[in-house]
Nanobody, 120 residues
C-alpha cells in the first residue's frame, strides 16, 4: 500500500509565498516522476509542474518564474515552492507520483489534496 500525504496549504495574501510538501510512504521500490496538479471549481485539473527522478523539471506557463518544484529522493518527498502568489492560484493542489512497487510495474498514485487560497 502506498500513501501520498500533502501539507503546507493555507491562506495567503497576493504576492506572498507558500511551500507545499508531499511525502510518499509504503512498500516502495522506486519513485519516478512526481507532479503537482491543481483543480479549481468549474475547471479541469491542470498540471502545474513535474520533476523526474533525475531532477528534470517542467512547468506550466502560468507558473513559470514563480513556482519551483524540487524533490528529496532520500525522503520520498516532493516540494512546490510558490512565490508571487495570485488570486487565480487559488485551488486544491494535488501531488501524484509514478511509483514502482516492483521492478517491472508502476502505477500513478495521488495525494488527498491541499487547499491553497490567495486573497487579493
Amino acid at each position: 500500500q502506498v500513501q501520498l500525504v500533502e501539507s503546507g496549504g493555507g491562506l495567503m495574501q497576493a504576492g506572498g509565498s507558500l511551500r507545499l510538501s508531499c511525502t510518499a510512504s509504503g512498500s516502495i521500490y522506486r519513485i519516478n516522476t512526481m507532479r503537482w496538479y491543481r483543480r479549481t471549481p468549474g475547471k479541469q485539473r491542470e498540471l502545474v509542474a513535474s520533476i523526474t527522478s533525475g531532477g528534470i523539471t517542467n512547468y506550466a506557463e502560468f507558473v513559470k518564474g514563480r513556482f519551483t518544484i524540487s524533490r528529496d529522493n532520500a525522503e520520498n518527498t516532493v516540494y512546490l515552492q510558490m512565490t508571487s502568489l495570485k488570486p487565480e492560484d487559488t485551488a486544491v493542489y494535488y501531488c501524484s507520483a509514478d511509483i514502482n512497487l516492483t521492478w517491472y510495474q508502476y502505477n500513478e498514485y495521488w495525494g488527498q489534496g491541499t487547499q491553497v487560497t490567495v486573497s487579493s
